[in-house]
């Protein structure tokens, strides 16, 4: 064995582009960090202490005066506009999942077309989304309603909660229908085989295997939609939303206020910026905290969801 | 031919069961099947009787696996799959228009390669069948699924956790558990597709005597890799080679006497 004098496990030299590059992604991940810390601190900071119980349980009566203006309404209309969203999404974008796995002719061109479909409505930008609820469900649906039910005045044909929340539904749809084809996909195909082989229908082996084990996987989806949805103004700003109401909205076809929205108007169409800002770090505090809430919300259904899975009665 | 381990195992079974008088239970008649153009089986005529042990060996790719889906129509499942002549199963020819394949698959039951038990609890695993045929009553139910965990040798291991999950389980025990979810639904048949290959030989053993006792009430068709398993539990053992059924007879037989020079050559072992 001669030259095993010479093999050695030490570099020879030192690798420049090993430790470049390994420098870059810690650098790059950094500044991800930087930023979001950067925003945080921010936000915290300057919106905590005009933070009050009266501001956040106040239906304000003067907007921009720190006395007088509460965000109430703002958090009631954002929450019932996602968990609204959250009703109508989830059903149908667990329906269209499941006939996309489970019956669709998968090689087929309709499926094909289907597929291509939902991942460029995630694509669409949501103010166009804002457009399409507009014309679809205010313009079409919203006024022949209107027609059918003979409304002397207009019910069902103008911007409404409603309309908002399944503008919303439309736009977090392929959030749920991708999240749920991969859970569907992940269920080992044995056990679909051997729910069949006992006699099972597909239907009943869909219903009673498939579904509860896919259902952490659905709820991975809902949180995702649940994010995307709570933040968002172009989709209901055209389709619900409004600067100013008194009180609360009572029915599906009331206005509503909106959290992000409300800082969109702080932000705009204050007279005193100045006087404003303290109301609108608040308000943005407060945005930023119920997005949070809402996540926790589906992520502990979710918990809970799994660790029944996981028990077993 | 000198004498091998297989022969020897041949020798210490009991011979075989005589032949049922009348019409065999399972009749297979000139069947071909196609995955798309290319022809996986290839003209396979067989005739199994009642509560007969049957084994279908043959290297991988020899269509043992797929005949056996047959008898069930598990390639229903798969598309592109076109079958070409006739299966009767009792009498019934089970690809006719008429057949209602959820009575079919009550009929004739199935365990799988890789153990597959539901992610609920043993009990649940087991009931899943009966509840979805219709069994209701709580009493009626326990008794049904504590008679299949006994007629699978499992109830003393599980009888007091029940209510446990079924993934808690052993492979072996497991893969028991498949089989007492199979039979809990009271089929005919049971067909059985390489059911131990993935276990222990312990846990193998099990399944083996398993088998030889459910031969008293049901008709069983295994797919086995094993040919010393084929050789303890079958009454009769088929053998395929490329789509081809190559020769069917008498386990005792194709182990020691086979007529085709390619069965001798693999139950030798000289290829496969």
Avoid at chain 1, 208 to 219: C, E, H, T, Y
Avoid at chain 1, 231 to 249: D, N, R
Avoid at chain 2, 177 to 183: H, Y
Avoid at chain 2, 199 to 225: M, N, Y
Wanted: charged fraction near 15%; proline fraction near 5%.
């Amino acid at each position: 064995m001669n030259g095993t004098q010479a093999r050695h496990f030490r570099a020879d030299k030192f690798d420049f582009w090993s430790f470049f590059f390994s420098g870059l992604t810690g650098l790059a991940t950094l500044f991800i960090i930087g930023i979001l810390v950067t925003i945080l601190v921010n936000i915290i900071y300057n919106g905590w202490s005009s933070l009050s119980w009266h501001f956040v349980s106040t239906i304000p009566t003067d907007l921009f005066n720190m006395k007088t203006t509460g965000i109430l309404p703002m958090i009631v209309g954002t929450t019932i506009r996602v968990f609204v969203m959250t009703i109508f999404v989830i059903p149908v974008g667990v329906i269209t999942a499941i006939y996309l796995t489970e019956y669709a002719p998968n090689t087929s061109l309709i499926t094909r077309v289907i597929r291509a479909a939902v991942n460029n409505l995630a694509g669409v930008p949501s103010i166009v989304f804002g457009l399409f609820g507009l014309g679809f469900f205010i313009n079409f649906v919203g006024k022949n309603m209107d027609l059918l039910l003979h409304n002397p005045t207009s019910v069902w044909g103008r911007p409404a909660l409603i309309w908002a929340a399944l503008t919303l539904a439309v736009m977090t749809l392929p959030v749920v229908i991708v999240a749920t084809e991969e859970s569907l996909k992940a269920i080992p195909p044995g056990l679909r085989e051997a729910s069949l082989a006992l006699g099972a229908t597909k239907l009943e082996t869909i219903l009673k295997i498939v579904l509860p084990q896919a259902l952490p996987g659905i709820l991975t989806g809902g949180i995702l939609a649940v994010s995307r949805a709570a933040g968002e103004v172009a989709p209901i700003l055209l389709t619900g939303v409004c600067t100013y109401m008194v009180g609360l909205p009572h029915s599906p076809t009331d206005q509503f206020m909106d959290l992000g929205y409300h800082v969109f108007i702080l932000s705009t169409q204050s007279n005193d910026i100045d006087a404003t800002r303290p109301i609108l770090y608040a308000t943005v505090l407060v945005l930023l905290m119920l997005t949070f809430a809402l996540n926790i919300v589906a992520i502990l259904i979710r918990a809970r969801v799994r660790k029944k899975l996981r028990a077993l009665g | 031919m000198a004498e091998t381990l297989i022969q020897k195992i041949v020798a210490q079974q009991a011979p075989a069961a005589a032949p049922a008088a009348g019409a065999p239970f399972i009749r297979i008649e000139d069947v071909s099947l196609y995955y798309g153009a290319s022809k996986a089986l290839k003209n396979i005529s067989l005739n199994l009787d009642e509560k007969v042990v049957t084994a279908f060996i043959g290297p991988s790719g020899c269509g043992k696996s797929t005949l056996l889906r047959c008898l069930n129509r598990m390639n229903d499942l798969i598309d592109n799959v076109r079958i070409d002549g006739c299966i009767k199963i009792g009498g019934h020819d089970i690809y006719a228009g008429d057949v209602d394949v959820i009575e079919l698959r009550k009929r004739v039951g199935m365990v799988f390669q890789k153990s597959n038990p539901f992610p609920k609890s043993i009990y649940e695993n087991v009931a899943y069948g009966l509840r979805l045929h219709g069994m209701k009553s709580k009493s009626d139910l326990d008794a049904a699924v504590e008679q299949s965990l006994r007629s699978s040798a499992l109830w003393d291991e599980v009888k007091d956790r029940l209510h446990s999950s079924a993934l808690g389980l052993s492979g072996g025990q497991q893969q028991r558990l498949c089989i007492a979810r199979a039979i809990a639904i009271k089929p005919d048949i049971i067909l059985m597709d390489e059911p131990a290959s993935a276990l222990d030989p312990i846990a193998t053993s099990r399944i083996e005597e398993l088998i030889l006792e459910l031969k008293k009430d049901f008709t069983i068709v295994i797919v086995t890799h094993n040919m010393q398993q084929a050789a303890r539990i079958s009454d009769q053992t088929a053998f395929f080679y490329i789509g081809e059924l190559i020769e069917f007879g008498p386990t005792a037989k194709i182990f020691t006497n086979p007529s085709q020079k390619r069965t001798e050559d693999y139950v030798t072992g000289r290829f496969g």
